[in-house]
């Protein structure tokens, strides 16, 4: 999966300005074809990878198990999961069960892996969402800010602020939070998704899809509501900031970049005021490139999301994750990771489909 820095995909925008040649038998149809088949060599060599790297330590019995049962008891469940075959045919097994939604079964706490997933993928989903939201809030009108204010103490300011957020770990930002809003002010709660009391309410209420937003809402008790909410402002502010500090720096290197494009230095020579030109000229442009880098950020929410649920012990996927290391339950982990694989290569197939769509140039 290629990898883009914040500078790459920023200067990749003018690029794309240039009108290009159209290739024989180009169009939307043959784009998204070829975005969607590159979804199943990206997710086999994802799994193949984690399942090499699981395997490179031994059979998952033993890493789990080890010590906590004779060598008989050992051997016996190793020949009942299959361990004892050779690697291509597990191998082969595995993917096969993949293909059939079928990721294995835990080994520390015997639930299919499946089910794993999807207790713990809302809590994760709900996470990604709160944190996007936080990313635009901030990252795109303070981008739009700097632009305007070019090479002023505002830019200056706003640009070292981006690097700042985006260079600071996300669990020392989640510390950091907790300790100010939470200990020092106390204004925000500390840890986990809901108090005990709302999830007392949102249980009697028979609410289970795993978001707790919609859950809460479904109670109709406004201050259930609130709790969740207040719940969810340090975790996302923390894992939102990450990629907010990118949004920053990529709308205003665009938007300065189409600023001084052709077709806009003709309107300004009309006597267009600038902040029209900013309005009407420069601002939908460097939204493009916005969605691209998008695809590329939700494979870094995804790695945040593991050390920020565990900071805020916000239990979805990452936090989940984390036990079964700790608990060396590599089939768990092998089952989460390619799980994540998946969301990443379609994520990615989607924005692709979308930034097709928005802006016609990519497609050629």
Do not use: C
């Not at 260079?167 to 204004?187: D, E, I, N, Q």
């Not at 239990?315 to 984390?322: A, E, P």
């Not at 924005?351 to 990519?362: E, F, G, K, N, Q």
Request: hydrophobic residues 50%; without cysteine.
């Amino acid at each position: 999966m290629t990898t883009l820095t914040t500078d790459d995909a920023a200067n990749a925008a003018p690029a794309a300005a240039t009108p290009r040649r159209r290739r024989p038998g180009g169009g939307l149809g043959r784009y998204l074809l070829v975005r969607f088949l590159l979804i199943f060599p990206t997710i086999l060599i994802l799994v193949t990878t984690v399942f090499v790297m699981m395997r490179a330590t031994g059979d998952p019995i033993t890493a789990a198990l080890g010590g906590r049962l004779t060598a008989d008891q050992l051997a016996e469940r190793i020949h009942e999961a299959g361990y004892d075959r050779p690697i291509v045919v597990q191998y082969l097994e595995y993917l096969g069960g993949i293909l059939r939604g079928d990721f294995g079964t835990t080994i520390s706490d015997n639930r299919p892996v499946t089910e794993v997933l999807v207790t713990y993928g809302a809590a994760t989903l709900e996470l990604a969402v709160y944190a996007l939201v936080v990313a635009f809030a901030v990252g795109i009108p303070f981008g739009r800010l700097a632009a305007a204010r070019r090479d002023t103490g505002t830019d200056a300011t706003l640009r070292v602020s981006a690097v700042l957020v985006y260079a600071t770990p996300v669990f020392f930002a989640g510390m950091l939070l907790k300790l100010v809003f939470s200990v020092w002010l106390g204004w925000l709660p500390v840890a986990g998704r809901a108090s005990t009391g709302a999830e007392i309410q949102m249980q009697r209420k028979g609410a289970d899809t795993g978001i707790y937003l919609i859950d809460a809402i479904s109670t109709g008790d406004g201050a259930v509501v609130l709790d969740v909410l207040e719940h969810a402002v340090l975790p996302a502010v923390a894992l939102g900031l990450l990629t907010a500090g990118v949004f920053l720096r990529l709308v205003r290197t665009n938007v300065i970049g189409t600023l001084t494009t052709g077709y806009v230095e003709a309107a300004r020579s009309r006597g267009v005021a600038e902040r029209r030109l900013l309005r009407k000229h420069a601002w939908r442009p460097a939204l493009v490139p916005i969605i691209t880098v998008i695809g590329l950020q939700i494979a870094l929410l995804l790695a945040g999301a593991v050390l920020t649920e565990t900071t805020f012990e916000w239990k979805g996927l990452g936090f989940q994750l984390v036990q079964y290391l700790l608990a060396r339950d590599f089939v768990a982990v092998q089952g989460m990771v390619a799980l994540l694989a998946v969301i990443v290569a379609v994520t990615n197939f989607v924005v692709d489909v979308i930034a097709a769509l928005v802006d016609p140039r990519v497609r050629y």
